[in-house]
C-alpha cells in the first residue's frame, strides 16, 4: 500500500513521532493507522499517544526579536491553567529563541529541526506532555525582518491571548511600531492598505453591497454611489492603514504612522485558539468521570 504524506501527518498528530518514524511505522503494518499506532508504542517511541486525541486550544502567543528579526508564534495547550505554567512559558520561549536562530521553512521543517540541547523540536515538545501530562502542540509561526531603518513593534494582550508582531520601516522608534501592534491586537484588520485587498474579493463586496442597496428600494440611479461609499467604509474595516487609530480617532493609522516619517510594511496578529473547534466539557464532571473510572 503506497504510503502518503496525509497518511504520515495523520500518524505523527495522533501519537507525536516523528515524520520519518511514522513512515516506517505505516509502512512496516501496510498503512494500518492503529497497527502504526500500536507499532511506535511498542518502540517506546509514541510516549504521547494517548494524549494526541484530545483538544489543545489554550495556550499562549510569544513574540521575541533580535536585531533585524524577529519571530511570532502560538504554542497550545488544553488548559489556561497548564499555559500559564512556568514550565509551559519556559518551552515556549526556549522554542521561541530556537525558531529566531534556526529560522526553519515551515512547520514541519520547524519541527524536524534540531535545537542546542541535541533534539528535535517534535521530541522536545514529547518529552514536555510526558512530563506537564498535556497535550502540547507548536501550532504556527511567522519570522519577519527589517531594515536597520526599521523597527519591530511587539505586544502581548492578556498575558499572551493575542499575540501581534508589526514591522514599520522608515522610523527606528519601537514604541510607535508597539502602538500600531496594539491597535492591530484591538481591532483585527486584515489587510495593511486597500491595494492588498485582491479584485475577486473587492468585486465579490461590491456585488454583495450593489444587492443590498436595491434590496433596500434605492433608486438604481444612486445605488453605485452608495456602493462606493460602502465599498470605502469596507476599506476602513478591513486596512489597517485606513482605520481610526484606536489611541486617537482623529486620525488614522495611516496618517500616525506618516507623521512619524514610516509606513507598515507588515504585521501578523496571533489569537490563542482560533478556528480551532473546542469541546463543550464540563471540568467537574469530568473530574467525577475519572473519579468513578478509578
Not at 518514524?21 to 511498542?42: H, I, P, Q
Not at 519556559?90 to 542546542?116: F, R
Not at 525582518?145 to 508589526?166: P, W
Not at 512619524?260 to 463543550?280: L, P
Request: charged share 30%; glycine share 6%; aromatic share 6%.
Amino acid at each position: 500500500m503506497a504510503i502518503t504524506a496525509q497518511m504520515v501527518k495523520e500518524l505523527r498528530e495522533k501519537t507525536g513521532a516523528g515524520m520519518m518514524d511514522c513512515k516506517k511505522a505505516l509502512t512496516e503494518t501496510n498503512g494500518d493507522m492503529e497497527k502504526a499506532v500500536d507499532y511506535l508504542r511498542e518502540k517506546g517511541i509514541a510516549k504521547a499517544a494517548k494524549k494526541a486525541d484530545r483538544v489543545a486550544a489554550e495556550g499562549t502567543t510569544y513574540v521575541l526579536s533580535e536585531g533585524n528579526h524577529a519571530v511570532i508564534l502560538e504554542v497550545n495547550a488544553e488548559t489556561d491553567f497548564v499555559a500559564k505554567n512556568a514550565e509551559f512559558q519556559n518551552l515556549v520561549k526556549e522554542i521561541a529563541e530556537h525558531l529566531l536562530q534556526s529560522k526553519p521553512a515551515d512547520l514541519d521543517a520547524a519541527l524536524q529541526s534540531t535545537m542546542a540541547n541535541g533534539s528535535t523540536v517534535n521530541d522536545f515538545i514529547t518529552q514536555a506532555i510526558s512530563k506537564i501530562g498535556e497535550k502540547i502542540s507548536l501550532r504556527r509561526f511567522a519570522l519577519k525582518t527589517k531594515t536597520d531603518n526599521g523597527a519591530f513593534g511587539e505586544y502581548l494582550h492578556m498575558g499572551g491571548r493575542i499575540g501581534v508582531l508589526t514591522v514599520l520601516e522608515g522610523t527606528t522608534d519601537a514604541s510607535v511600531a508597539k502602538d500600531v501592534a496594539l491597535h492591530v491586537a484591538a481591532m483585527n484588520p486584515k489587510y495593511i492598505s486597500r491595494d492588498q485587498v485582491s479584485e475577486e474579493e473587492v468585486a465579490h463586496e461590491r456585488e454583495v453591497l450593489k444587492q443590498q442597496a436595491l434590496n433596500e428600494g434605492k433608486p438604481e440611479k444612486i445605488v453605485e454611489k452608495m456602493v462606493e461609499g460602502r465599498l470605502k467604509k469596507y476599506f476602513e474595516e478591513i486596512c489597517v492603514a485606513d482605520q481610526a487609530f484606536v489611541k486617537n480617532p482623529d486620525q488614522t493609522v495611516g496618517q500616525f504612522v506618516a507623521s512619524h516619517n514610516a509606513k507598515v510594511t507588515d504585521f501578523v496578529r496571533y489569537e490563542v485558539g482560533e478556528g480551532i473547534e473546542k469541546r463543550q466539557e464540563n471540568f467537574a464532571e469530568e473530574v467525577m468521570n475519572q473519579v468513578k473510572k478509578n
